[in-house]
Each structure stands twice: as structure tokens, then as C-alpha cells.
């Protein structure tokens, strides 16, 4: 293949970052509730206001539908997809159910002890945070989320992390999406320490490897974010802080 000249390799990167910041930020929009679920996107209306041509546009709502926050409308473009009480749990459920198995794929797969420093070390900066704070919040996430990462490489697969990726774009699904409300709740100090537990108990089990126990203490610990969100909707409040609130259809639906 002719590698591209600096001019075109410019443009080229250019139109990525264009493309990658035009994703972000519909997917915020989105989850902020800006369109109303069911409600048809339009690709004109989105080059005003985003300030970019349509072609970034086009694939960032393309992707926006593979991550299953859009629907295809039957007659072409794209509607604001709706999500149901069924569509939470299957999520937090599925999530389980790969994590579950990139847990097991790591006890099996570990060569070498030292493979695990980087999961001790993002824990152990965790448990210095001890119960996050409105002042360590962020860090607090950012090493969560860094943490689920560093054990879905250890299960070193590749489509299991394209399958993973995809269930936890969808709201409510990610380690992190229910963090913030999480700490309002009252029995907080005691799920946070729950949850710690379960990242040491994944720990060990995988320096030991213990495929079952993986398997199953990382679906036990995706289940928590079930029992967050069902404390959560029972607070309005709580529950409008949660990314993609406005997008859930909770009534006359169990």
C-alpha cells in the first residue's frame, strides 16, 4: 500500500479526531436527553449545530445505532431509542455474563503471577481512596474503570472485548455509571466496601487460578449495579443524575 503523503496524512487525521469528537459529543447529547426518545435525528439540523460537514455526522450516528443508543427508523435515518426496565436488567445482566467469562479466561490464560501487578495496583490506589468524596470522585471512576479494563486484557481476547464494549455504551450498564448516584444512597459506605471486596476476591482468585470462582464473583459483582439502580429509581432525584435517564420509560412496565 502507497503510504500517504504529510498533507493527506494531515487530513486524514483531521477528519478522525473531527469524527471521534462529533461521536462524543452526540452521545452526550443523548444521554443528557437533548432528543426525546422515539424522537427522528437529523443530520441537517446536527451540521448547524455541531459545526461539522455531514459525512462525520453520518458515522457517528452509525455507530450510535451499533451501540444500540439509536434505532434505524423503517424509513431511513435514525430515532432516539427508548429503553425499558427489561432493557436495563438484560444489560447489567449480559455485562455480567462477559465479564463473567473474560474473568475465567484470565485465570485460565495467566502465565505469569506478574501479570496481575497491574490489577494490584490500581486496587490498591483504590482502597488509599477508601470511601470516594466530591473531591476524588473522578479519580475514583477513572481507576474503576481502569481496573475492569486491565481484567478484560488479561482474558486476552479480542472479541470479547468488542462484545463487552458494545453492551457497556449502553446507559446503566457500565462499572462506573451509577458511581456518582451510588454514594447518595444510605446504605453507601457498605456498597462501596462490597464492591472492593469483590475486587480483591477477583484478585486472588485469579492468582490462584480459580476459573469458577473468577467466573462467578464478576458476575456477582456486575449484579450490584442492579441493586444500585433499583435503590435509585426509588428516588427521583438520584435517578435524573444518572447519564441516560431520559431515555428510560419506567411507567406501566415492569
Same mark, same amino acid.
Given at each position: 500500500?502507497?503510504?500517504?503523503?504529510?498533507?493527506?496524512?494531515?487530513?486524514?487525521?483531521?477528519?478522525?479526531?473531527?469524527?471521534? $469528537?462529533?461521536?462524543?459529543?452526540?452521545?452526550?447529547? *443523548? &444521554?443528557?436527553?437533548?432528543?426525546?426518545?422515539?424522537? $427522528?435525528?437529523?443530520?441537517?439540523?446536527?451540521?448547524?449545530?455541531?459545526?461539522?460537514?455531514?459525512?462525520?455526522?453520518?458515522?457517528?450516528?452509525?455507530?450510535? #445505532?451499533?451501540?444500540?443508543?439509536?434505532?434505524?427508523?423503517?424509513?431511513?435515518?435514525?430515532?432516539?431509542?427508548?429503553?425499558?426496565?427489561?432493557? =436495563?436488567?438484560?444489560?447489567?445482566?449480559?455485562?455480567?455474563? &462477559?465479564?463473567?467469562?473474560?474473568? $475465567? &479466561?484470565?485465570?485460565?490464560?495467566?502465565?505469569?503471577?506478574?501479570?496481575?501487578? +497491574? *490489577?494490584?495496583? +490500581?486496587?490498591?490506589?483504590?482502597?488509599?481512596?477508601?470511601?470516594?468524596?466530591?473531591?476524588?470522585?473522578?479519580?475514583?471512576?477513572? &481507576?474503576? %474503570?481502569?481496573?475492569?479494563?486491565?481484567?478484560?486484557?488479561? !482474558?486476552?481476547?479480542? =472479541?470479547?472485548?468488542? !462484545?463487552?464494549?458494545?453492551?457497556?455504551?449502553? @446507559?446503566?450498564?457500565?462499572?462506573?455509571?451509577?458511581?456518582? #448516584?451510588?454514594?447518595?444512597?444510605?446504605?453507601?459506605?457498605? =456498597?462501596?466496601?462490597?464492591?472492593?471486596?469483590?475486587?480483591?476476591? *477477583? +484478585?486472588?482468585? *485469579? !492468582?490462584?487460578?480459580?476459573?469458577?470462582?473468577?467466573?462467578?464473583?464478576?458476575?456477582?459483582?456486575?449484579?450490584?449495579?442492579?441493586?444500585?439502580?433499583?435503590?435509585?429509581?426509588?428516588?427521583?432525584?438520584?435517578?435524573?443524575? +444518572? @447519564?441516560?435517564?431520559?431515555?428510560?420509560?419506567?411507567?406501566? %412496565?415492569?
Amino acid at each position: 500500500m502507497q503510504e500517504l503523503n504529510p498533507k493527506d496524512r494531515r487530513i486524514t487525521d483531521e477528519f478522525v479526531s473531527q469524527t471521534g $469528537r462529533t461521536l462524543l459529543n452526540l452521545r452526550e447529547m *443523548l &444521554l443528557r436527553g437533548d432528543f426525546r426518545p422515539g424522537e $427522528r435525528i437529523s443530520e441537517l439540523p446536527l451540521v448547524a449545530r455541531l459545526g461539522v460537514s455531514r459525512t462525520p455526522i453520518r458515522l457517528a450516528l452509525d455507530r450510535l #445505532a451499533h451501540e444500540g443508543l439509536l434505532e434505524v427508523a423503517p424509513s431511513g435515518g435514525f430515532v432516539v431509542r427508548e429503553f425499558t426496565r427489561s432493557d =436495563m436488567w438484560d444489560a447489567i445482566e449480559v455485562r455480567g455474563v &462477559l465479564e463473567g467469562t473474560a474473568a $475465567r &479466561l484470565a485465570a485460565e490464560r495467566l502465565q505469569d503471577e506478574k501479570e496481575l501487578t +497491574i *490489577l494490584r495496583t +490500581i486496587q490498591s490506589q483504590m482502597d488509599a481512596i477508601q470511601h470516594p468524596t466530591i473531591d476524588t470522585f473522578a479519580r475514583y471512576i477513572d &481507576l474503576n %474503570e481502569s481496573f475492569h479494563s486491565a481484567l478484560l486484557d488479561l !482474558a486476552k481476547s479480542p =472479541m470479547l472485548r468488542r !462484545a463487552l464494549e458494545k453492551v457497556m455504551s449502553l @446507559p446503566f450498564a457500565a462499572p462506573s455509571a451509577l458511581v456518582f #448516584a451510588r454514594a447518595k444512597l444510605p446504605r453507601a459506605a457498605e =456498597m462501596f466496601t462490597i464492591a472492593q471486596a469483590h475486587h480483591h476476591s *477477583l +484478585i486472588e482468585a *485469579l !492468582a490462584n487460578r480459580q476459573g469458577a470462582r473468577a467466573e462467578n464473583l464478576a458476575r456477582e459483582h456486575a449484579l450490584l449495579s442492579r441493586r444500585n439502580l433499583e435503590m435509585v429509581m426509588a428516588d427521583e432525584t438520584l435517578l435524573s443524575s +444518572i @447519564p441516560g435517564a431520559p431515555l428510560l420509560k419506567l411507567s406501566g %412496565e415492569e
